[in-house]
């Protein structure tokens, strides 16, 4: 069984900064590629950001682009986002996915391309 853990969110002010963290462990897989997301309330859940293992370039949604950045430990099957210069917009559920084989970027920001899930952590952007 995978298992996707994130941890980090919470209340702050507008302006503001957190940091998000996400492990994926358990199953067949040595190495999983991982990507976060987020939904916000009466929305559908969108792609925030993808750090490709292989070296290239992270991907951002452009929402978050020059705000958030994706890092990650391939070792250790965890990745990071710092999300800074919050807004009330950015105000959502966060979850990290994580799936065994690698995904072209065409489809990176397709939440049904992905197959494991964290029960996420709300992220409330707020003063």
């Known amino acids: 069984q995978v298992q996707v853990t994130e941890s980090g969110g919470g209340l702050v002010l507008p302006g503001g900064s957190l940091r998000l963290s996400c492990r994926a462990s358990?199953?067949?897989?040595?190495?999983?590629?991982m990507a976060w997301f987020r939904q916000a309330p009466g929305k559908e859940r969108e792609f925030v950001a993808y750090?490709?293992?292989?070296?290239?370039?992270?991907s951002y949604a452009d929402s978050v682009k020059g705000r958030f950045t994706i890092s990650g430990d391939k070792a250790q099957n965890m990745v990071f986002l710092q999300m800074n210069s919050l807004e009330p917009e950015d105000t959502a559920v966060y979850y990290c996915?994580?799936?065994?084989?690698?995904?072209?970027?065409?489809?990176?920001?397709?939440?049904?391309?992905?197959?494991?899930w964290g029960q996420g952590t709300q992220v409330t952007v707020s003063s």
């Open positions: 996915a994580a799936r065994g084989n690698r995904l072209v970027l065409s489809a990176i920001h397709r939440p049904d391309q992905w197959y494991y």
């Open positions: 358990g199953g067949t897989f040595d190495r999983y590629y």
């Open positions: 750090v490709p293992w292989s070296g290239g370039r992270p």
